[in-house]
Nanobody, 114 residues
Framework: QVQLVESGGGLVQPGGSLKLSCAAS????????MSWHRQAPGKEREFVAT????????NYADSVKGRFTISRNNAKNTVYLQMNSLKPEDTAVYYC???????WGQGTQVTVSS
C-alpha cells in the first residue's frame, strides 16, 4: 500500500527557511519520479518541483527557481523540499506526489507571515 506522509510545515517569517519531508512507504522512491505541489487559499493546486527517478534531473516552477531545492534520501525512502528566502505568496498546503501512480500525501501547511 502506497503511503506518503509530509511533515515540516509551520509558520515562518518572510525571508526564512523551512525543510519539508515526505516519508514514503509501499514503494522505493529511487525508482519513481517524485514531485511537490502546493495549493494556496482560494487557488488551484500548482506544480512546485520534480525529481526524476533516472539521472536525478530536477525541474522547478519559475516562482520558486533559485529558492527551493528538491532532493531525496533513498536509504530513508524520503523526499525533501528545502525552501529558502520564503515569501508570503509561498503560503500554501504543500503536497508530495508519486507521479506515476498519481499518489498524493495529506499535505503540510506552510504559512509565511510576519
Amino acid at each position: 500500500q502506497v503511503q506518503l506522509v509530509e511533515s515540516g510545515g509551520g509558520l515562518v517569517q518572510p525571508g526564512g527557511s523551512l525543510k519539508l519531508s515526505c516519508a514514503a512507504s509501499g514503494f522505493s522512491i529511487g525508482f519513481y519520479t517524485m514531485s511537490w505541489h502546493r495549493q494556496a487559499p482560494g487557488k488551484e493546486r500548482e506544480f512546485v518541483a520534480t525529481l526524476a527517478s533516472a539521472g536525478g534531473i530536477t525541474n522547478y516552477a519559475d516562482s520558486v527557481k533559485g529558492r527551493f531545492t528538491i532532493s531525496r534520501n533513498n536509504a530513508k525512502n524520503t523526499v525533501y523540499l528545502q525552501m529558502n528566502s520564503l515569501k508570503p505568496e509561498d503560503t500554501a498546503v504543500y503536497y508530495c506526489v508519486q507521479v506515476r501512480g498519481n499518489y498524493w500525501g495529506q499535505g503540510t501547511q506552510v504559512t509565511v507571515s510576519s
